[in-house]
């Protein structure tokens, strides 16, 4: 009899579970969906103008430092077209579709590119600000950003109706800024933000494309089937290759990318921690992944900084699990030697961005304790003047009042306590049942288990 009424509980679980996660409701047709990724593909006439006018808003965007530029530019842009356009050509077997979406994805990264430079190249603010900075290394939180959006965006694309979603999608992911920032990287000849940005934009490619093939896998879209054996083994060998050559790169990014994750929190951790000293300031930090051994670049201006000290530091690498790490710390700007001005300016400026925002959260943590101390301190007060008026009309005599609530220390039974206190000035003398009757109305008034009443 148990076993019948556990099993009877999993059913109903099962059933209320299918019935709140089922994704057929509100679902469209599968050649209609097709068909509408289909649509998104091709960059030819109005789609191709649209993406280089999004490219050039972008661009400006993170030139002069705007989020909102960015944020319009990203909305408008076509980009997720062909992507999702090769997740879905796995998921069904089409590898016309999928080719289609290579090469199409292939046209707008290079008009993206060559546009960007293009803008980068005539403009005349050329310093790399810090939108612009944030998009030339991934972390481990952009992969699942790019996941997670690609599942909403293709979870979106199968339904009915139209929904807000595909746009939130362009915004999370971030297809192209890291392609104008790759253009940037040209125009500067600074090829590591190149390089940087093209990895950004080929992780989130790569798991939009995932994310697309999952949906429509776990949606049981049917598969293209072939009259001709042999052409199908051939597509199906083509599809596995390409696969592999775009799964295999992109795993091991996402590895380097977690890898890289922890050891830029460990350097960030040492820094801050270890390089923290009076009348000295750190201007940049780089951690640099170029050989087998990683490097750690701080800048610092200020009070010079002894050698011993710095070699103490750079004992206490292992306790942030950086035994095999190099740490290069330069003070100042000796006398005859280069330096790169613009890479110094960037890291002032990533500098001030990374204290920037840590100066609005310890504000925002602020600005929550204070509203939560306004909250209680407004839930311990009465509305004086209408408790006065009321105590007016009942006791005449009244010249004065005030109520409000406070805290106790109880000596007796060593703990604190919450009391009313009410004081009151009468105008002549009243007796001691007058008193008593004001006491029990205004313990009742404020609803007030402890209660004490003072009278002047």
């Not at 998009?135 to 950003?145: E, G, Y």
């Not at 790019?146 to 979106?156: D, R, S």
């Not at 206490?316 to 030697?337: C, F, H, M, R, T």
């Not at 106790?408 to 306590?417: S, T």
Request: charge should be positive.
């Amino acid at each position: 009899m148990k076993i019948n009424k556990n099993l009877r509980l999993i059913v109903l679980l099962r059933e209320i579970l299918h019935e709140r996660f089922n994704l057929e409701e509100d679902k469209a047709s599968e050649e209609e969906i097709i068909e509408n990724v289909k649509k998104g593909i091709e960059f030819r006439g109005m789609n191709l103008w649209v993406l280089i006018f999004a490219i050039f808003i972008a661009s400006i965007g993170l030139n002069v430092n705007s989020t909102a530029v960015i944020i319009g530019a990203m909305l408008i842009s076509p980009l997720m077209g062909p992507i999702m356009g090769i997740g879905l050509g796995i998921g069904i077997n089409d590898f016309e579709l999928i080719k289609k979406s290579y090469k199409n994805l292939g046209v707008a990264v290079l008009i993206s590119v060559i546009t960007s430079t293009f803008y980068f190249l005539i403009t005349p603010l050329s310093d790399a600000q810090s939108e612009l900075l944030a998009r030339t290394t991934p972390t481990i939180w952009d992969v699942f950003i790019a996941l997670f959006g690609g599942l909403a965006g293709i979870v979106a694309a199968t339904r009915k109706s139209i929904s807000n979603v595909i746009p939130g999608v362009a915004i999370a992911t971030a297809l192209m800024p890291p392609l104008c920032t790759a253009g940037f990287g040209l125009a500067s000849g600074n090829l590591s933000y190149f390089f940087g940005a093209f990895y950004l934009f080929f992780i989130n490619s790569v798991f939009i494309s995932l994310a697309t093939y999952i949906i429509v896998r776990f949606m049981k879209f049917h598969k293209k089937e072939f009259l001709d054996p042999i052409r199908e083994v051939k597509v199906k060998r083509s599809i596995i290759a390409v696969v592999l050559i775009t799964v295999i790169p992109s795993i091991i990014m996402a590895y380097n990318i977690v890898n890289r994750t922890f050891i830029e929190k460990n350097a960030q951790q040492f820094i801050q921690n270890e390089l923290n000293f009076p009348n000295s300031q750190v201007i940049s930090r780089k951690v640099n992944f170029d050989s087998s051994r990683v490097k750690i670049e701080v800048f610092m201006l200020g009070a010079p900084i002894e050698s011993s000290l710095i070699d103490i530091a750079r004992q206490k690498l292992p306790k942030y699990k950086l035994k095999d790490a190099e740490l290069v710390v330069k003070q100042g700007v000796a006398e005859g030697s280069r330096v790169d001005l613009s890479a110094l300016r960037a890291g002032v400026i990533e500098e001030l961005y990374r204290k920037n925002e840590e100066i609005i959260k310890n504000k925002d943590k602020q600005i929550q304790l204070l509203e939560s101390q306004l909250a209680l301190y407004s839930k311990n007060q009465f509305n004086v003047e209408e408790i006065a008026r009321e105590a007016k009309a009942l006791f005449n005599n009244i010249t004065e009042l005030s109520v409000q609530r406070s805290f106790v220390m109880n000596f007796k039974e060593n703990k604190i306590d919450t009391v009313t206190i009410g004081y009151v000035r009468f105008g002549s003398r009243v007796s001691g049942t007058e008193r008593r009757k004001l006491n029990n109305w205004l313990k009742e008034r404020t609803n007030s288990d402890n209660f004490k009443l003072i009278v002047n």
